[in-house]
Every structure is written in C-alpha cells, then in structure tokens.
C-alpha cells in the first residue's frame, strides 16, 4: 500500500496569513493526488486533484502542485470559513486508495 | 443535482452485520461511474473501504476483503454495504461516495451516518 503523510498535523495561522500544507507519498503517484477539506461533522469536500486542477466551484484561494512524492497545498489569504481540516489521498496505484492522517488549521 | 444519501441502522451488535444502503439521486447509476464507501472512526481520518462499478465488478481494501461485501440495485438506483462479524473497531461514520472512473477522486459524498458497534 501506499503510504500518505502530512505535515503539519496541526497548523496555527491567521485570518489573511498565507498558508502551505504538505504531502508526501511512501512512492511516486506521478500526479494522482487529491486534497480535500472537511469541517466538523460534514463529509469531504473535493478541492484539488490531478494534484493542481481546482474543482468546479472551488476558491482560487486554493492551489495544489507537486508531482512525484512530494505536493502541496497552499491558501492564499485564509478566509474564517476556511478552517477546517485538510486530506489528501492518492488514487495512482489502489486498492486501497489511501489518505493522508489531515492537517488541522487552526485559528491563532 | 446529485445527491447520495445513506440509510441504515445506527447500533449494531459485535458478531453481527453492518448493513448500510446509499441512495443515489440526479443520475443514474446504470449510466456508468464507480460507487463507493469510505469511513472515518470518530476524531480519526478517513478510509477507504470498497468500490463498485454500475456493472458490478468491486474491488475492496485487503484488510477488510474477507469481511465485506459492496452490492448495486440499478433498479433501485442505490447501492449497499454489507460488513460480516463487526466489532467496536468498525465504529465509524460511513460515507458513500461516487468517483468518475477507478482513476479519479472522490467528487460526491453522502451526509455519512454514524454506526456504532456496541452490545
């Protein structure tokens, strides 16, 4: 299986900060990655895939790149309603498609 | 619009069978796409559990192969979710999902429900 892992677990960051998320693959996915965002009690929400396409009706305050084993995700300008918790997850090789562990963003 | 519901019990037994139903609306699911289920035990992340094509064919994530099994009712437009001999690990809030082909994300998800497996 393909491992996924994110860092930060957790992230402090102001409304108007910028702000990056990392995710790095136990193998390269070429480009199959996905980033999503949940908010308490909600399911995922797509954001990203093909690790820098936006989703229809997603913010341009987000942005995906990376390629290989290493992507991230940026938030340019963070919004009150972008606090929320972050995945990614890979669909290169499955099953299983797997995820990372997410990255909480916190308000500071 | 799409929009896939889950429905099924809350509680279930250790030893028992976790039996979940999504109910897809706004498309149809013998027109193609894959479907899925993806669970999150409570304050956890998010896994992957199986997924079906319109046709039938599944695939399934290895460590719960021998337990699960993912079904379709075209005519029903629903698809279900049937995991054998659960216990307190399978706690989780179960998400069905729909993705465009096996190569692709997850771009439409279900409310998820809570199931709790407990005596």
């Known amino acids: 299986d393909i491992q996924m892992t994110q860092s930060p677990s957790t992230l402090s960051a102001s409304v108007g900060d910028r702000v990056t998320i990392t995710c790095r693959a136990s193998?390269?996915?070429?480009?199959?990655l996905a980033w999503y965002q949940q908010k308490p009690g909600k399911a995922p929400k797509l954001l990203i895939y093909k690790a820098s396409s936006l989703q229809s009706g997603v913010s341009s305050r987000f942005s995906g790149s990376g390629s290989g084993t290493e992507f991230t995700l940026t938030i340019s300008s963070l919004q009150p309603d972008d606090f929320a918790t972050y995945y990614c997850?890979?669909?290169?090789?499955?099953?299983?498609?797997?995820f990372g562990q997410g990255t909480k963003l916190e308000i500071k | 619009q799409v929009q896939l519901q889950e429905s099924g019990p809350g509680l279930v037994k250790p030893s028992e069978t976790l039996s979940l139903t999504c109910g897809v609306s706004g498309y149809s699911i013998s027109s193609g796409f894959y479907w899925g289920w993806i669970r999150q035990p409570p304050g956890k992340g998010l896994e992957w559990i199986g997924t079906i094509y319109h046709s039938g064919s599944t695939y399934y994530i290895p460590s719960l192969k021998s337990r699960v099994i993912i079904s379709v009712d075209t005519s029903k437009n629903q698809f279900s979710l049937n995991l054998y001999s659960v216990t307190a690990a399978d706690t989780a809030v179960y998400y069905c999902?729909?993705?465009?082909?096996?190569?692709?994300?997850?771009?439409?998800w279900g409310q998820g429900t809570l199931v709790t497996v407990s005596s």
């Open positions: 999902v729909r993705h465009h082909t096996s190569s692709w994300p997850f771009d439409y």
């Open positions: 193998q390269s996915i070429s480009s199959w």
């Open positions: 997850q890979q669909y290169n090789s499955y099953p299983p498609y797997t």
